[in-house]
């Protein structure tokens, strides 16, 4: 079955052809980056413009490189939520009058459930049942993937998503956008114990996280150094940093693994790219005896071929939507269409 997967959640537009959930014969991104850096963030109406500007091009180009006219496309996907509410209106709206013209199944994807899938892409042999980490810029979670559509939540960040942390902390500091990568390169060389940043634990809730605390404790540290007219170590305030946010992470996904009896774990979303998080990750997955899946870069970040992987299982399972389909800003990763 080929799936026309197309992406559009926040700032980067994505379209991808993916045959039966595994095979990515295409898949191109614009990423809106540079512009929103201009003002330290995303800014949606600049997303949705740009979508809509780059969706038509793009998807000309998936069908060039897969090597297939649109009559050879099975099904539309698309991801409905969560994510900005314009940017995936454009992104529904393109996918619905393809659906239409074509006369071929609409698949609503949810965001994060795509994240997850893009593990069947990067380990073609990877079937359910696992547990899945997703540190992206908009969430952080930790899900229990019982089967490719049966997924619970078992933790998750109660305020900032560990991106949005790095982002903000990136930007106090004087730093590019998005500022997970220029903190990662900051912190070589740094002393990671100079600092100590809060690790706040939720009572009752051992699976949840919280990173604006410690987004604010960075901040904090920044402005008081500055009036007290001393010079910042930067680079041990970013190491500090990403030891703190993967002290957060590491130890609750292993203790998650093994309540849940998983021994297949996987870390996706942008903030896997983190050579400190994943360093933790694969040493702690080494002493526990667990399988680690961490997808390469291009598929951690977003992307449409994860969109169109996830596709197949939902439409394996019946999910299929009508031409009344709407876009939604939030929605709970168990939630059905
Ligand atoms: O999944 P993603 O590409 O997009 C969405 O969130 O939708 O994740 C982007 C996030 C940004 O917050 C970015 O700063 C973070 O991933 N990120 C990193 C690194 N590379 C990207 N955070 C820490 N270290 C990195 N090397």
Do not use: W
């Amino acid at each position: 079955m080929i799936i026309f997967a197309i992406e559009t959640s926040c700032d980067e537009t994505a379209v991808a052809v993916v045959r039966d959930g595994r095979e990515v014969l295409s898949s191109e991104l614009f990423s809106q980056a540079d512009m929103h850096a201009l003002y330290g963030g995303v800014v949606p109406e600049i997303a949705s413009r740009n979508h809509a500007a780059h969706i038509g091009r793009l998807s000309a180009l998936a069908l060039k490189n897969a090597g297939i006219t649109k009559l050879e496309i099975d099904a539309v996907a698309v991801t409905c939520a969560p994510g900005l509410i314009g940017a995936l209106l454009v992104g529904v709206n393109y996918a619905k009058g393809m659906a239409m013209a074509l006369n071929i199944p609409l698949i609503p994807v949810h965001h994060l459930r795509g994240h997850i899938a893009a593990n069947y892409i990067a380990y073609p042999d990877l079937e359910p049942p696992f547990l899945s980490l997703v540190i992206s810029g908009g969430n952080s979670l930790i899900a229990d993937v019982r089967g490719y559509t049966d997924i619970s939540i078992v933790g998750r960040s109660r305020d900032d998503a560990a991106g949005e942390c790095f982002d903000k902390t990136a930007r106090v500091l004087g730093l590019g956008y998005p500022g997970g990568p220029y903190l990662e390169k900051l912190a070589s060389g740094g002393d990671d114990a100079l600092f100590s940043l809060p690790h706040p634990v939720i009572e009752g809730f051992p699976y949840d996280m919280s990173f604006s605390g410690l987004k604010t404790a960075a901040q904090n540290i920044v402005h008081n150094t500055k009036q007290k007219g001393e010079q910042l170590d930067a680079a041990s305030l970013a190491a500090s940093f990403a030891r703190t946010v993967s002290g957060i992470l590491v130890p609750r996904v292993m203790a998650a693994a093994s309540e849940f009896g998983r021994n297949k774990i996987s870390v996706t979303g942008g903030v896997a790219a983190n050579s400190r998080i994943r360093r933790d990750f694969i040493a702690a997955a080494e002493k526990d005896g667990h399988t680690l899946l961490i997808p390469p870069i291009n598929l951690c970040g977003d992307n449409a071929a994860m969109i169109g992987s996830q596709a197949y299982y939902e439409y394996l399972s019946g999910v299929s939507a009508g031409l009344d389909l709407d876009a939604r800003a939030t929605m709970e990763v168990s939630e059905k269409f």
